[in-house]
Nanobody, 127 residues
Framework: VSLVQSGGGSAQAGGSLRLSCEAS????????MGWFRQAPGKVREGVAVIGSDGTPNYVDSVKGRFAISKDNAKNPLVLNKNSLKPEDSAMYYC??????????????????????WGHGTQVTVSS
């Protein structure tokens, strides 16, 4: 399994950044894939996820500002981040989890469900 991240970097408050994750080799017919972030001294949290059916879900703090997309199994996972705030500064990770019928694909899904992770990309937003 390979999850290779790109994008990120620095931006000013109100600006935009784009993250991309090329994922391959994951052994799931149906999946929940998403972005997570961890700021210094804080726990890692879900930001946005998307199911293999294309349905997105966001944590409240990024709704209306971030957009997650993955057009099909071959296309990369993308997170477009607009109206950035200093509190969006963190290391961002992409990850993938299986999505059996009895589970939900939501940004608050336990991190332990996500078995494969990208290497992380730093995002810094200055005020």
């Amino acid at each position: 399994v390979s999850l290779v991240q790109s994008g990120g970097g620095s931006a000013q408050a109100g600006g935009s950044l784009r993250l991309s994750c090329e994922a391959s080799g994951y052994p799931y017919e149906t999946y929940c894939m998403g972005w997570f972030r961890q700021a210094p001294g804080k726990v890692r949290e879900g930001v946005a996820v998307i199911g293999s059916d294309g349905t997105p879900n966001y944590v409240d703090s990024v709704k209306g500002r971030f957009a997650i997309s993955k057009d099909n199994a071959k296309n990369p996972l993308v997170l477009n981040k607009n109206s950035l705030k200093p509190e969006d500064s963190a290391m961002y990770y992409c990850a993938v989890a299986p999505w059996p019928w009895h589970s939900q694909c939501v940004a608050t899904r336990p991190l332990r469900d996500f078995h494969y992770w990208g290497h992380g990309t730093q995002v810094t937003v200055s005020s």
